[in-house]
C-alpha cells in the first residue's frame, strides 16, 4: 500500500479509503503502525475503512482515536462493524475534526442521528435521491421525516445483501437500466428469486 501511495498519480484523488488490514489478523498495534506508514506515504487526506466481517479483524474505538490524534491527515473512518456502541464510543471520544461515516447502509440514519457525519452507501448507488434525502433529513434532526424514508427503503437494503456486495446492488442496477448484473468469480450474479424480488420492489416504490 505504502508503494502504490507513493507511486500513484493522486493529483485528481480529494481523499484515500484505506481499509484495515485483513486475513493474517493483527493486533491493534500492528493496526496502529500500518496506518501510521499509511499516513506517512500519503500526499492526501485518508479515510480509515473498518469492515471486520470482511477483514476479520475489528479496529476497536480506542485505537481509531488514537490513530485520529496521532495523524493529522487521517480525517475520518468509514465504521461497518454494524455496532452502534461502537460507533457511540467513537463519537464520544473522537477530535471534534474527525468524522465517523457511516459504512452500513441499515443503520446510518441510526449513526447520523448519533452524531455520525454521513455515509458512503451501496444502496444510495440504485436510489440516490432518497437515501440522500433520508440523511440530509437525519444531520437536520428531522427525525419522523428522515424515519419515512428509512422504513421505505428498509426492504430493499435487506435484498442488496441477501446473497452478498455487489450481486445485490448490481441486480438493482440492472433492473433500473444502469449496468448488467454481471460479477466476476468467485462471485456470482443474483439467483433468479433475488431479481424478482428487486424488480417487484422497484415496482411498488
Do not use: W
Not at 488490514?21 to 499509511?38: D, L, M, R, S
Amino acid at each position: 500500500i505504502v508503494e502504490e501511495l507513493k507511486s500513484t498519480n493522486l493529483s485528481d484523488y480529494c481523499a484515500v479509503l484505506s481499509v484495515a488490514p485483513y486475513y493474517n489478523k493483527p493486533t491493534q498495534e500492528g493496526i496502529y503502525q500500518h496506518f501510521k506508514a499509511v499516513s506517512e506515504a500519503s500526499p492526501k487526506p485518508i479515510i480509515l475503512y473498518n469492515v471486520p466481517s470482511r477483514t476479520g479483524v475489528n479496529v476497536l474505538p480506542s485505537t481509531v482515536i488514537r490513530i485520529a490524534k496521532d495523524f493529522k491527515n487521517i480525517v475520518a473512518i468509514k465504521e461497518a462493524a454494524g455496532d452502534m456502541i461502537q460507533v457511540m464510543r467513537l463519537i464520544q471520544y473522537k477530535p471534534a475534526d474527525f468524522m465517523v461515516i457511516s459504512g452500513d447502509d441499515m443503520i446510518a440514519l441510526p449513526m447520523v442521528l448519533t452524531g455520525g457525519a454521513g455515509v458512503i452507501s451501496v444502496i444510495g448507488q440504485g436510489l440516490p435521491k432518497y437515501f440522500s434525502e433520508m440523511i440530509q433529513l437525519g444531520l437536520k434532526g428531522k427525525v419522523i421525516e428522515a424515519n419515512a424514508l428509512h422504513y421505505k427503503m428498509l426492504e430493499s437494503i435487506d435484498y442488496i445483501f441477501e446473497e452478498g456486495n455487489p450481486a445485490g446492488i448490481k441486480a438493482l442496477l440492472k433492473t433500473l437500466n444502469i449496468c448488467t448484473e454481471n460479477v466476476r468469480l468467485p462471485l456470482v450474479n443474483a439467483s433468479y428469486d433475488l431479481q424478482e424480488k428487486i424488480n417487484t420492489f422497484v415496482v411498488n416504490y
